[in-house]
């Protein structure tokens, strides 16, 4: 039969197995789908054996010339196998489907939770063009497992021992000996080899497809680039590299296909070529006649079909395998920060969050990010971080959002450390805006709406008009209901910023962290805007990242980070009059803006 | 019912011949199939006390070698099939990258290229099952059962007229359950592409999503999307598997009506024993090829909508800008003027024009600082003097031709620009500098840089030029990219140099330096550059002023937009 939805043996080499068997305990709770599954595609294939061999025990018996009642059960069989055959199949596929999609959503679920465990910090290793294929490739081709790796395997088992059986009985021990070699060689050996010889294609073929994908999302990321600099055929070229790994990987997979249908088809033929000739010399000497002898030579011819889509099943289950060791990677990634096994609750009363000595360090060889920093922030209380690129003053907001662990010193919350309360917890007291904003494909008000669902008409009027918004928002011919686009795409650079400052704003956390709110705006925008947030943010507790110096008199102290140090600390007069590189940036300022 | 897809047999040309060697070797097997069951038929019904394997050699080992011959046409079927499908998909798969490429980014502003991506490497490989099984078996599903009635007529025309009368069952039922079932596939692979869009969305924003406590409620949303796919997945399922139990069922019973049929005239000794065994072998063979299509056209519904999908993309014209129109008229910026005249840009979908009746004349060598609020038609200007897109009204010349009418390659060896976030590509740091010009030799390359102020940082990089930047630089700080993107501008030498506001999202004091490069870079050339304020210290010839897509002040040298003098 051709592609009767079976498949594979024992593909599963010792050491290649295991992230395949990871997958089983997800398909716990539909355990009873699983096991009909199995029964009907056992069902099904020993019918389809079962309608070969009794309509060769028909005709041999029919051709003794017998009386019509010695043939009326193998003709109420016949029809029975027939019918059967059907039925059972289909049970088989909706059933082995079904399994198959309930788990596969399970694990993307799954897959989801654990990378949401793992933003931002420790997603750095994944690209983004990347990470789309393994979440919607590799854990598809997970599902190969459900739909060929059980059922086809156990019911090409049951029947094969069925059938082994049945020629044993009908002919002779060695006949039985044959085809009981023949159906290892063909249901274990044949898939084996073709899946030996596919493998590393297999392997890699999961591996290219990402690598070109992730080409893909860059050249598209960098179409207007390419096209401002007439590269855009460098970048094809570079595509095309990619595209020729994937399709000369395509084609050593489709040899190791081509193998194990050859020598699978080879097999059964040399075997029911034997069975027919240990069958025929029992018949010649005498003992044994000729209505067992076609029984069991198609009983076996039969046989085969059970193992005949065993091979090209070993070779998905083989990129099943490849697909499932790469969601594994993503499920075994080190978390980068630890929940403690027993919380403590939020602290009462008002906010106070100190860090003494604080260091961080992304790579336990690497650099510090922050070397020894002391800041406190308490309820009321405004500070302003800034420093040049790279100074660490993100990695502060990362450590107080509890992204990232501490490496030395210490924070609290509340007089306890920081690490002893539950991350979500946190960050339920410490929120904001963090460095570039993500902006979702959706619309304003769902961009904006998604820091507190519940959030009432008037809130979210209030939340936008503070961010200077609403009167934009109001404007626009769908309001509220106006789509962004892809990553905010439709709307301008300052629009994206201060939808994502209304958004920290209806949050309203007791720590406001915003981490350079004014980046992408205007100075005239910009200006105002910061004369807007400081007249937001008066009297609570915030933390301002910021390039821009401008109406910085009014916080309560500045504190410059360079190199993961504070160099300086105070308020705009004391920092001015100092000198250092308070001084370096505000005439910097000056001289950039004129 | 559309069984294929005339546009997709066209994007197949590179694989036409490997499809007639499939169907060739396809026929092959079924040469071999028809003479295995006669030869085995006659070993059967010639078995007898005395008639053994050695009285039979002639017929075994006939046998033996038919099927060696079968094992070795199945072997090459299968490979040609599969390298069938490997062409098809390389040649679409280069072909979609091109065309959204060609484009352009006006176009893909638009696009989710999360889907793209998917539909290119996941969405073709669907395609297998299209080109490898069910083309070559739509040729051989015609062919094959001929043969087969054929030589069973031969033996017994009672059970060939059962199966003539049985095989057109099988169309019927084919067109009656298959053609909701293709509708709903469509539907499926949508609700697919929606799911791998949304799961990127979700997973960039995830940061975001966490500071909110908003990351994870949003598992119960790809909960819920995948569970409407798999519903959705399982009733084109279920359909089109009611269709494969219709025909298994046609298939099995046609072959027990013959079993019995022939059994039974066998029992009355109206027919022969051997005569009555290569029927029964013969007729599953006769259905085999039609269940096997209906079964191949059921597993390729999915790569067959996905590669409509590609289709859809190949067929949309690209702008006429990328298209390289016109002759190539002889265009030099650093002599000629460069002319708007009342040009507007609409975008489609939007009710107000980005530019609306904007008249400039930039002459060679002149500084012209662009000004206005977000959305005030700035980064429209660059992007038609970029030709990314093409103005819907007024005319663009250079030295008094047409814009239309020069080659954009050639128009934009003219021009060098720096857009506010520069994208890297994959690559070394030295490939991103020479980009556009892969020809650039390594001096060149390091000058360029070192002019950018960008050599002292990429030396110290694990391997200095030859580093590799992964997706969107993310090595490099966004000053680090900025400096980059200038040494690229510096090593194209062109005599129009476009600014997006290049340093507006730096701190200030890398800003500043970073301005400095700038600096260097704008001398002897022609510049536009835009800003939303007035960080610009090298002063400006005149100021344009933009806001809503008009020009609202066109002015020289404004005392307050030169900043501090040199």
Not at chain 2, 64 to 78: I, K, M, S
Request: charged share 20%.
């Amino acid at each position: 039969m051709s592609r009767a939805g079976t498949t594979a043996r024992d593909t599963g080499l010792p050491e290649g197995a295991h992230p395949l068997l990871r997958l089983l305990p997800l398909a716990r709770p539909v355990r009873g789908r699983l096991l009909l599954a199995v029964l009907a595609a056992a069902a099904a294939t020993g019918c389809g054996v079962a309608l070969l061999g009794t309509s060769g025990f028909l005709l041999a018996r029919a051709s003794q010339h017998p009386s019509i009642l010695a043939i009326s059960g193998a003709v109420v069989a016949v029809r029975a196998f027939s019918v059967g055959r059907g039925v059972f199949r289909y049970a088989e596929r909706v059933s082995s489907h079904d399994v198959a999609f309930r788990v596969l959503a399970g694990l993307r679920v799954r897959v989801y939770r654990r990378l949401e465990r793992l933003a931002p910090a420790g997603l750095h290793a994944f690209r983004s063009g990347d990470l789309l294929a393994r979440l919607v490739s590799d854990v598809d081709a997970t599902q190969e497992l459900f739909l060929r790796g059980l059922g086809p395997p156990l019911a090409a088992a049951v029947v094969a021992a069925g059938a082994v059986a049945a020629v044993w009985l009908l002919l002779s021990a060695p006949a039985g000996i044959m085809l009981a070699a023949g159906m290892v060689a063909g249901g274990v050996l044949v898939p084996w080899l073709a899946f030996a010889r596919a493998r590393r294609s297999a392997r890699r073929t999961a591996g290219a497809r990402g690598g070109f994908s992730a080409s893909l999302t860059e050249v598209l990321a960098g179409a207007a680039d390419l096209h401002a600099f007439g590269a855009c055929d460098d970048a094809l070229a570079g595509l095309s590299a990619a595209d020729r790994e994937l399709t000369t990987l395509a084609r050593g997979a489709g040899s190791g296909e081509g193998l194990g249908a050859g020598l699978g088809t080879a097999v059964a033929g040399v075997t029911v070529w034997a069975v027919l000739l240990l069958g025929m010399a029992a018949v010649a000497a005498g003992p044994l006649s000729r209505v067992p002898l076609a029984a069991a030579v198609l009983t076996a011819l039969a046989a085969f079909e059970a193992v005949a889509p065993l091979p090209t099943a070993a070779i998905s289950l083989g990129q099943a395998r490849a697909a499932a060791g790469r969601v594994a990677a993503v499920l075994d990634a080190p978390e980068p920060v630890t929940d403690p096994a027993e919380p403590l609750p939020l602290p009462a009363g008002p906010l106070r969050v100190v860090l003494r000595g604080a260091r961080v360090r992304y790579d336990p060889a690497g650099p510090f990010a922050l070397n020894g920093i002391d800041l406190e922030l308490c309820a009321g209380r405004r500070v302003a971080l800034i420093g040049p690129s790279g100074a660490g003053k993100s990695t502060v907001a990362g450590l107080l959002l509890r992204f990232c662990e501490l490496s030395g010193g210490t924070a609290t919350l509340g007089g306890a450390d920081l690490a002893r309360y539950r991350a979500d917890d946190v960050r339920t007291v410490i929120g904001g805006c963090p460095q570039d904003p993500y902006i979702f494909d959706a619309t304003i008000r769902e961009n904006i709406q998604l820091a507190r669902p519940e959030a009432s008409e008037p809130e979210l009027a209030g939340a936008a008009a503070a961010a200077r918004l609403l009167p934009w928002i109001q404007a626009l011919p769908q309001g509220w209901d106006t789509p962004v686009g892809a990553h905010g795409a439709a709307v301008s650079g300052g629009e994206r910023q201060r939808i994502a400052l209304a958004r920290a704003l209806l949050a309203d956390p007791a720590l406001l962290i915003l981490d350079e709110p004014t980046a992408h705006l205007d100075p005239a925008t910009a200006r105002a805007l910061t004369a807007d947030l400081l007249a937001v943010t008066r009297g609570r507790a915030t933390l301002l990242i910021t390039h821009e110096l401008d109406g910085l008199a009014e916080v309560d102290e500045i504190v410059v980070l360079d190199e993961g140090r504070v160099s300086q600390r105070g308020t705009h007069d004391q920092l001015l009059g100092s000198g250092g590189l308070y001084r370096e940036m505000w005439l910097a300022t000056r001289r950039a803006a004129g | 019912m559309r069984a294929v897809d005339p546009r997709l047999l066209r994007q197949a040309g590179a694989a036409r011949g490997y499809l007639a060697v499939v169907v060739l070797l396809g026929l092959t097997v079924t040469v071999l199939v028809l003479a295995q069951a006669g030869l085995l038929a006659r070993a059967l019904a010639s078995a007898a006390p005395g008639a053994g394997p050695v009285a039979l050699r002639p017929v075994l080992i006939s046998l033996l070698l038919v099927v060696l011959a079968r094992a070795a046409a199945v072997y090459g079927g299968e490979v040609a099939a599969l390298r069938t499908s490997a062409a098809v998909k390389s040649q679409l798969r280069r072909r979609l990258a091109a065309q959204v490429l060609r484009l352009g980014p006006a176009w893909l502003g638009g696009q989710r290229t999360g889907e793209i991506t998917t539909l290119a490497t996941r969405g073709l490989d669907g395609l297998d099952p299209y080109f490898a099984r069910y083309l070559p078996q739509l040729a051989l599903a015609c062919l094959v059962p001929l043969a087969v009635v054929v030589r069973v007529a031969l033996a017994d025309w009672i059970s060939a007229l059962i199966i003539v009368v049985t095989l057109p069952l099988i169309p019927v039922f084919t067109v009656l359950v298959g053609r909701p079932a293709r509708a709903r596939a469509r539907r499926q692979w949508l609700l697919l592409a929606r799911l791998g869009g949304h799961f990127l969305d979700v997973v960039e924003g995830l940061t975001t999503l966490k500071v909110f406590g908003r990351a994870r409620p949003q598992a119960e949303v790809i909960g819920r999307v995948t569970d409407e796919h798999r519903t959705a997945t399982m009733s084109v399922l279920r359909v089109a598997f009611l269709s494969a139990l219709v025909l298994e069922l046609t298939a099995a019973l046609a072959t027990a009506l013959v079993a019995v049929e022939v059994g039974l005239r066998l029992l009355g000794g109206r027919i022969g024993y051997e005569t009555a065994l290569v029927v029964l072998l013969l007729t599953p063979e006769a259905f085999l090829p039609l269940r096997a299509l209906a079964l191949h056209f059921h597993a390729s519904m999915e790569g067959m909508a996905a590669a409509g999908r590609v289709c859809d993309l190949l067929e949309i014209p690209p702008p006429r800008a990328a298209a390289g129109s016109g002759v190539s008229a002889g265009v030099d910026l650093r002599r000629q003027d460069v002319t708007l005249d009342a040009v507007c840009l609409a975008y489609p979908g939007r009710d107000r024009p980005a530019l609306d009746g904007v008249s400039l004349t930039i002459a060679p060598g002149e500084r012209i600082l662009v000004t206005g609020p977000s959305g005030a038609g700035k980064s429209s200007l660059l992007a038609l003097l970029l030709r990314f897109t093409e103005p819907s009204g007024g005319r663009i010349e250079a030295g008094g031709v047409p814009l239309s009418s020069i080659a954009t390659p050639a128009w934009r060896r003219q021009v060098a620009w720096i857009p506010q976030h520069p994208v890297l590509m994959p690559g070394t740091v030295a490939a991103n500098i020479a980009l556009g010009q892969a020809g650039a030799g390594r001096d060149a390359i390091a000058s360029a840089a070192g002019l950018a102020g960008a050599d002292g940082f990429i030396r110290a990089l694990p391997d200095g030029y030859d580093t590799p930047l992964g997706e969107r630089g993310l090595r490099l700080s966004a000053g680090q990219r900025q400096r980059i993107a200038i040494a690229r501008a510096f090593l194209r030498d062109a005599p129009l140099l476009l600014l997006d506001e290049p340093v507006a999202h730096l701190d200030p004091v890398t800003a500043a330096r970073i301005l400095d490069a700038v600096e260097r870079l704008m001398a002897g050339r022609t510049v536009i550059m835009v800003s939303h304020g007035l960080r610009w210290r090298g002063g400006a010839d005149r100021t344009l002023a933009l806001d809503g897509g008009r020009v609202v002040l066109a002015a020289g040298c404004l005392p307050d937009a030169t900043g501090v003098p040199e």
